[in-house]
């Protein structure tokens, strides 16, 4: 098994070198780009350094490139369902970042948090509110 995580890092190490390559960027652009050393970059190209998930977005969004994009390079599965995706991961948030997240969709709505989300044209009752 750890064999295959091998095979699927050295790939996506692979994937990356192209994606920058074909970016016009240096090792040392990249790394500047997200905050790391020319070294790291090289490691991770490498397959000497596992990929932390959020360096790994932010070198792909460096390069141009969405993660759905990257994935599909790769060969996997594509996220068939933003909604269900989400939903997903909202599942394994606490009350404190649930508070975060609903905060930046209602930016991103353009509501006021007071609203209810659900259906902003109605009123809805105090009472209901607290009981949800």
């Known amino acids: 098994m750890a064999l295959t995580n091998q095979k699927r890092n050295q ?13 016009e960027l240096t090792t040392r652009q990249a790394a500047g780009i997200i905050g790391v050393t020319h070294t790291t970059i090289s490691q991770f190209e490498n ?7 959020n360096r790994l977005e932010q070198l792909v ?6 993660m759905d994009q990257f ?22 948030l606490d009350d404190e970042q ?15 948090l007071n609203q209810n989300v659900a259906d902003p044209k ?7 509110l607290l009981t949800q």
Not at 72 to 89: E, N, P, R, W
Not at 98 to 112: D, E, F, M, Y
Not at 122 to 128: A, G, K, Q, R
Request: with cysteine.
């Open 122 to 128: 109605e009123e809805v009752p105090l009472s209901n």
């Open 11 to 23: 790939s996506a190490a692979n994937v990356l070198k192209r994606l920058r390559e074909k970016a």
């Open 47 to 53: 397959g000497k350094r596992d990929f932390a998930g």
């Open 61 to 66: 969004k460096a390069y141009g490139y969405t």
């Open 98 to 112: 649930l508070g975060a997240i609903r905060t930046v969709i209602s930016q991103l709505l353009r509501k006021p």
């Open 71 to 92: 994935h599909k390079i790769l060969g996997h599965k594509s996220v068939i369902s933003y909604k269900d995706d989400c939903l997903a991961m909202i599942e394994l």
